[in-house]
């Protein structure tokens, strides 16, 4: 499996106050993503990365930011947190284009009270 | 609109038995699929997958079948084992396009 961590595991944060999720991974993948988990919805994608400084947006975009200014690292910013965006977080990186896997982090948890 | 289903929400299957999840989609553009399996509170782990160009892929114990005309897949698990007890997740994708559309996901409880 690819090395990857995210930081926090878990935050519980307020309604308005901004969050930012950390994605790390020591595969040298061009390829990452953000996607977040709810009951009923399967996983669904927020963000991915085609390289650094290269992002584009998934189908669950709107109030979610990103930044990868290093191979290794993919941040997700949530500018003013809000009930609808707790969740479980997970980050995942893929190597190349085409078939390959994706390779997925293990997950923050986030609460917004 | 769910292009990718999991219409099982769980399944329980005897161990040494075969578990059999399955998949079903709409959008006739996806050539690509996957199955990922998740233990609680870990990310997911990647399976199996299969190109539309086959219609059977093997690995071990885990054979995934795909049947384009109607646009469902499956994955047969035998023998079952207790460790694979866990949530599993059919995903789908388009060549070229990086968005991998997930299943709900199916509980599989094997019981010993």
């Known amino acids: 499996d690819a090395g990857i961590t995210q930081s926090p595991r878990h935050k519980v944060t307020e309604t308005g106050t901004p969050v930012t999720l950390r994605c790390h991974q020591t595969?040298?993948?061009?390829?990452m993503y953000w996607y977040r988990q709810d009951p009923g919805h399967g996983l669904r994608l927020i963000h991915y990365?085609?390289?650094?400084?290269?992002?584009d947006k998934g189908e669950v975009s709107d109030g979610y930011s990103v930044s990868r200014s290093k191979t290794e690292d993919f941040l997700l910013t949530l500018e003013s947190a809000t009930s609808s965006q707790t969740s479980v977080y997970f980050c995942?990186?893929?190597?190349?284009?085409?078939?390959?896997?994706?390779?997925f982090g293990p997950g923050t948890r986030l609460t917004v009270l | 609109d769910q292009q990718v289903k999991q219409n099982s929400p769980s399944l329980s299957v005897q161990e040494g038995r075969i578990s059999i999840l399955n998949c079903d989609y709409t959008?006739?553009?996806?050539?690509?699929f996957l199955w990922y399996k998740k233990y609680p509170a870990e990310g997911p782990t990647f399976l199996i997958s299969?190109?539309?160009?086959?219609d059977k892929n093997e690995d071990g114990r885990f054979t995934v079948f795909l049947n384009k005309s109607a646009k469902h897949l499956s994955l047969h698990i035998v023998p079952s084992q207790p460790g694979d007890s866990a949530v599993y997740f059919c995903?789908?994708?388009?060549?070229?396009?990086?968005?991998?559309?997930f299943g709900t996901g199916t509980r599989l409880t094997i019981i010993p």
């Open positions: 959008n006739s553009m996806f050539d690509y």
């Open positions: 990365s085609y390289g650094v400084k290269d992002t």
């Open positions: 299969i190109s539309s160009i086959k």
């Open positions: 595969e040298n993948h061009r390829y």
């Open positions: 995942a990186s893929r190597a190349q284009q085409g078939t390959d896997t994706q390779y």
């Open positions: 995903a789908a994708r388009i060549v070229g396009n990086e968005k991998l559309t």
